[in-house]
């Protein structure tokens, strides 16, 4: 395998580890602040799939439902159905754009909204307001789903890996109104880690390991070219050498020929030379 090669299919892993690692966020939770008049509803319909069988929503324009966190992702899960409206969605303070639920029958829970690539070293804001007063113009929250930094701190309470053992089987089938949510509320949640980082922790050993092969490779290249450039530079060297020592014979040569009274060409061929050196005796 390339280095190249090495090096995409550990961020590759290292990915898939974390997508392992969602987290969900239910409406109930104590670090979602809310400002306006949102209802939160209580034991519905096992067949809506709703998280913890509760759901937090408003008809208000304006009102306002916001959680932060810190993450690499974040989801917004809200219900379906025919009363379902706008719901605009702004992310750090930068307007994301109008999501719906709205369905011709009530349904499941789904995902209306997600946002990749987040800086993990700062804490992020959703925010979740509705933007109509005209029916259809419901938005509700069932859950914030997201993807925590890995961390080995305390995992942050309310916040269940996303698994189906983790939702409740035992519902009655009649929505009830549990509480009036009226009083502003804007309590951020403090860093948010996962509740099991081992898996986490093992990739991210694994992809150290990775990339410090890739590192003793490209040492390893890098050095059998200084090699060869070592060995051309002493083959070059050795011909230099020899043609000086050719040099140095032909004038050791003409030095010892011109000594002997010889003033011919001694390069004219073997015959011509010698009768040059009979001439010239």
């Known amino acids: 395998m390339s280095p190249s090669h090495l090096f995409i299919a550990t961020a590759i892993f290292a990915v898939s580890v974390l997508a392992q690692q969602q987290t969900s966020v239910d409406d109930t939770s104590k670090y979602i602040s809310i400002n306006g008049s949102w209802t939160r509803l209580a034991n519905q319909d096992p067949n809506l799939a709703r998280w913890g069988n509760t759901t937090t ?35 750090d303070g930068e307007r994301q754009g109008e999501v719906s639920g709205y369905a011709a029958a009530d349904g499941p829970s789904r995902q209306l ?19 109509s007063d005209k029916p259809p113009n419901v938005c509700d929250l069932d859950r914030f789903v997201y993807i925590p930094v890995p961390t080995t701190d305390t995992p942050q309470p309310n916040a269940q890996p996303t698994t189906d053992a983790t939702r409740s089987t035992t519902h009655r089938k009649v929505p009830t109104v549990v509480m009036l949510l009226s009083t502003p509320q804007r309590t951020p949640v403090p860093f948010s880690p996962a509740k099991n980082p081992g898996p986490i922790i093992g990739g991210v050993i694994v992809g150290t390991i990775a990339l410090l092969g890739l590192i ?66």
């Open 113 to 131: 909204f997600r946002k990749s690539s987040l800086d993990p070293l700062r804490n992020h804001t959703i925010t979740i307001t509705v933007s």
């Open 57 to 91: 929503l408003s008809t208000t324009k304006g009102d306002i439902i916001s959680w932060t966190f810190t993450g690499l992702a974040v989801e917004y899960w809200g219900g379906t159905g025919p009363d379902r409206g706008p719901c605009l969605i702004e992310l």
């Open 216 to 281: 003793a490779s490209v040492f390893w290249i890098r050095r059998d070219r200084r090699k060869n450039a070592a060995m051309d530079a002493e083959e070059k060297e050795r011909e230099k050498l020899l043609v000086i020592t050719c040099m140095e014979a032909k004038l050791n040569m003409e030095l010892l020929l011109k000594a002997s009274g010889f003033t011919g060409n001694p390069y004219i061929g073997p015959l011509r030379w010698r009768q040059n050196a009979i001439r010239n005796q």
